[in-house]
C-alpha cells in the first residue's frame, strides 16, 4: 500500500490510459498549459503535447459531443468538464446523443468516451458552482455514473471504465481532491456496480456516495459512542447500481438511511428508498430515511450554505429520533 | 456559377437512377404512411435529391457521413440498401436499426453512415469529433460530410462546431440544405443574414459558396471541388445548397405557411426533370434508357416495400438489447 490524494489517484489514472492506450486524449477547458482548474492535469501538456492534451475553447456542447463523435470512430476520449454544473451546456450531446447512439443503432455503434467532471458544494460558489447532478445522468439508460469516495476507489473505478464501451460521467467531488487515501501498489481494477461496505454494523444501514460518504462515516462513529453499531455502504458507482449490497444490508440491520449531498424531491435517494422498501419491506422497523440538502439554491455566506449540506451530526439526530435508539 | 457537362453517359445513368430511386422511395413511404405502416415522424426529401446524389457518390469508402433526420435520401445516395431502410421505417427487425431508429435515425457502421440525427443541430459536435478522431488516427485523408438544414443554423452548436472545426483544421465538408423554411418558419424570419446563410461561414475562416442545389451537375461539381481541398489538410469548406421541399416539413405539415403558387413555381426547377431534359439533349440518356431506369426503380421500390411488409416485427427482448455495449476484451 501507498498513500495518496485522490488528486494524484485520478492524475495516475489518467496517465497510465495515454501510456497503454494511443487511442486515447484528453480534452477540455485549461487541461493544458494553465494545467488543469482543479490541477489533476498538471505537467500533462509537456509530457504528452498538445497534439493528446487539448485544450478547448469554452463550449462545452462541441468539445463534449466531439468526444463522442471521436469515440465514434474509434479513438477512446477523455473529455474534462470543468464543473458538473457546465454540463448542462452540453446535455444534448450527453443525454439526446452519447447516451442514444448504441441503442437507437441497435449495437452498430459504442461510445467509449470518459466525461470527467467535478461535482458537489461547500466550497462558498454559490449557487451555480455548487450542484450535484450526478442523480440526474443516473436516470438516463446508456450512460454510466461513477461518483468514487476515496483515492483507492478512483484508480480502481478509473481502470474498469476505460475498457467499458459506453459514455461513462466519472464524478469528483471538488472537496475530496486532498483527502488522503491507502492506495494498493499492484494493480488492481474496481467493477462497476459493486457497492462498498466501508463500516461493518449490525443496527442501522447508512448509504451514501461521493462526498457524502465521510459524513456517513463520521456520523457512524458517533452512533458508536451511543452505543448504536452503523454499516456504511459506498455505492460509487449509481448507474449500474448494486441494489443486492444495500438490500442485503439492510436485511441485516432493519433499518435504513440514506445520505446524499442533493436536493431531495428528485433526489437519487428517492430511487434507493423506493428499492428498499420494494426488496425488504417485511424486514424494516420504520421508515427508509433520506437525508438530502434542502430544496434551496446553494448560497454563498458560510454559514448558510453549511446548513444545506448534510452533516454527521444531522445524521445521528434524524437516525436517534426517529428510529428511537 | 454556370454548369459544366463533364460526365459520361454511364455516370449520367447512375446520377438518374439514384436521384429517381430517392423520389418513388419517399413517395412509397408517404403511402405507407397514409396506411398507418410507416409511424412517427416522417420527413420526405422530394425535391432536395441533387444534393445527396450530386455530393455523396463523391466520397469514398473510408470517408463519413453525418446528417439529419431528413436522411432517406442520404442512407440511398450512400448505397444502404433500399429494403432495410423501408424495413426501418416499418419498425421492422430486418431494418438498418433492427426496428430501434425509424425514420429521423438511420444508421449504417459498414457504410460509413453515422446516422440520422433528430435533435437539430446535434450533429454538429459529432462530425467535429469524427474529423478529430480522423485527423489524430493519421492513417488516411478522409473526410466526414455533414449535412443539416437552414433551420439548424441558428443553434448554438452549429456556431461552436464552425469554430472548433476551423481553429483544429479538421476535414469537414459542411453541407446546408437550405430549403427555406425550418419547419413552417421562412428563413428570412430566423436568419439575421437573411437568405444568404453562407457567410455566416466567414468570420470563422471557412471558404464557402452558394449554389443552385436543385442542379445536380453543379453540386457535384462543387463537392468534388470542396471535398479535393478538405483533403488536402486545408481545414472545413462549407457549401450551401438552395433547394426546395415540395411537401410538407414532416407528414404532420398542413404547409398553410406557404402558398401553392410557391410550390408550383419551385417544381419547375426539379432536379430530376432538368436533369432527364439535360441528358436527353446531350445525348447522354435516350428515352429508351429513361422508360428503363423508371422500371427498373419502380420495380426494386415494390420489392423494399415487400419486403419491409413481410419482415417480422423485432422480438420483445430486443427491447433490452443494446442500451450498453459489452466492454472491451
Known amino acids: 500500500m501507498t498513500e495518496m490524494i485522490l488528486r494524484d489517484a485520478v492524475a495516475k489514472a489518467l496517465r497510465e490510459a495515454l501510456d497503454t492506450d494511443d487511442r486515447t486524449f484528453l480534452m477540455g477547458e485549461d487541461i493544458g498549459a494553465y494545467g488543469g482548474p482543479y490541477a489533476v492535469t498538471k505537467g500533462f501538456l509537456e509530457d504528452y503535447g498538445e497534439d493528446r492534451i487539448r485544450d478547448t475553447p469554452i463550449a462545452e456542447a462541441v468539445f463534449v459531443g466531439a468526444g463522442a463523435g471521436a469515440a465514434m470512430i474509434g479513438m477512446r476520449p477523455i473529455v474534462e468538464i470543468m464543473t458538473i454544473n457546465f454540463s448542462l451546456v452540453a446535455m444534448d450531446q450527453i443525454v439526446n446523443h452519447a447516451a442514444k447512439l448504441s441503442y437507437m443503432s441497435n449495437g452498430q455503434l459504442s461510445v467509449p468516451l470518459i466525461i470527467r467532471t467535478v461535482t458537489g458544494g461547500g466550497g462558498q460558489l454559490a449557487a451555480t458552482h455548487s450542484q450535484s447532478f450526478e442523480n440526474w445522468y443516473a436516470s438516463i439508460p446508456g450512460l454510466r455514473v461513477v461518483v468514487p469516495a476515496t483515492p483507492q476507489d478512483a484508480l480502481g473505478l478509473f481502470r474498469t471504465c476505460r475498457k467499458d464501451n459506453n459514455p461513462v460521467i466519472f464524478a469528483e467531488h471538488s472537496l475530496l481532491y486532498r483527502v488522503r487515501g491507502e492506495v494498493p501498489e499492484e494493480y488492481y481494477e474496481i467493477p462497476l456496480g459493486q457497492a462498498r461496505i466501508a463500516r461493518p454494523g449490525e443496527d442501522v444501514t447508512i448509504v451514501s456516495y461521493s462526498g457524502m460518504v465521510r459524513v456517513a462515516e463520521e456520523a457512524a462513529e458517533k452512533l458508536d459512542e451511543l452505543g448504536i453499531s452503523a454499516e456504511v455502504i459506498d455505492l460509487r458507482t449509481l448507474s449500474p447500481l448494486d441494489l443486492e449490497t444495500v438490500v442485503e444490508s439492510v436485511k441485516k440491520t432493519n433499518r435504513a438511511v440514506v445520505v446524499e449531498e442533493t436536493w431531495k424531491t428528485g433526489g437519487f435517494s428517492g430511487t434507493i428508498a423506493s428499492n428498499i422498501q420494494e426488496a425488504a419491506f417485511d424486514d424494516l422497523d420504520g421508515p427508509v430515511l433520506r437525508i438530502n440538502g434542502p430544496d434551496v439554491p446553494a448560497p454563498y455566506a458560510r454559514n448558510i450554505e453549511q446548513a444545506m449540506i448534510p452533516s454527521a451530526d444531522w445524521v445521528v439526530e434524524s437516525v436517534t429520533y426517529n428510529f428511537g435508539l | ?329
Open chain 2, 1 to 329: 456559377m454556370t454548369t459544366t457537362i463533364n460526365i459520361e453517359p454511364a455516370q449520367a445513368l447512375d446520377i438518374y437512377s439514384t436521384m429517381l430511386l430517392i423520389r418513388r422511395f419517399e413517395e412509397a413511404t408517404e403511402r405507407l404512411y397514409q396506411r398507418g405502416i410507416v409511424r412517427g415522424f416522417l420527413h420526405t426529401y422530394i425535391g432536395e435529391e441533387a444534393i445527396a446524389v450530386g455530393a455523396i457518390p463523391n466520397l469514398r469508402e473510408d470517408d463519413y457521413i453525418i446528417g439529419h433526420y431528413r436522411d432517406h435520401g442520404h442512407a440511398l445516395a450512400r448505397g444502404i440498401d433500399p429494403n432495410k431502410a423501408m424495413a426501418e421505417l416499418c419498425g421492422k427487425s430486418t431494418g438498418t436499426s433492427g426496428g430501434k431508429g425509424g425514420s429521423m435515425h438511420i444508421f449504417d457502421a459498414e457504410k460509413h453512415f453515422m446516422g440520422g440525427h433528430a435533435i437539430v443541430g446535434g450533429q454538429f459536435p459529432l462530425a467535429v469529433g469524427m474529423a478529430l478522431g480522423i485527423k489524430m488516427k493519421k492513417e488516411k485523408d478522409s473526410v466526414v460530410m455533414c449535412f443539416f438544414g437552414d433551420g439548424a443554423v441558428q443553434e448554438g452548436e452549429f456556431h461552436e462546431a464552425m469554430n472548433l472545426a476551423s481553429l483544429w483544421k479538421l476535414p469537414i465538408i459542411f453541407m446546408l440544405e437550405n430549403n427555406l423554411y425550418g419547419m413552417g418558419t421562412e428563413v428570412n424570419r430566423s436568419n439575421a443574414g437573411g437568405e444568404n446563410i453562407f457567410n455566416a461561414a466567414e468570420p470563422y475562416n471557412i471558404p464557402a459558396v452558394q449554389i443552385d442545389g436543385m442542379d445536380i451537375l453543379l453540386v457535384r461539381e462543387t463537392v468534388i471541388e470542396g471535398i479535393k481541398k478538405v483533403r488536402e489538410g486545408n481545414g472545413p469548406v462549407f457549401i450551401e445548397s438552395m433547394a426546395y421541399r415540395y411537401h410538407g416539413h414532416s407528414m404532420a405539415d398542413p404547409t398553410n405557411y406557404r402558398a401553392n403558387s410557391e410550390v408550383e413555381e419551385q417544381r419547375n426547377r426539379d432536379p430530376i426533370d432538368r436533369f432527364k431534359a439535360l441528358c436527353l439533349n446531350e445525348g447522354l440518356l435516350t428515352s429508351e434508357d429513361i422508360s428503363r431506369i423508371d422500371e427498373e426503380i419502380d420495380s426494386k421500390i415494390q420489392i423494399a416495400v415487400e419486403f419491409a411488409e413481410q419482415s417480422p416485427e423485432p422480438l420483445l427482448e430486443s427491447l433490452y438489447t443494446n442500451i450498453y455495449a459489452a466492454p472491451e476484451a
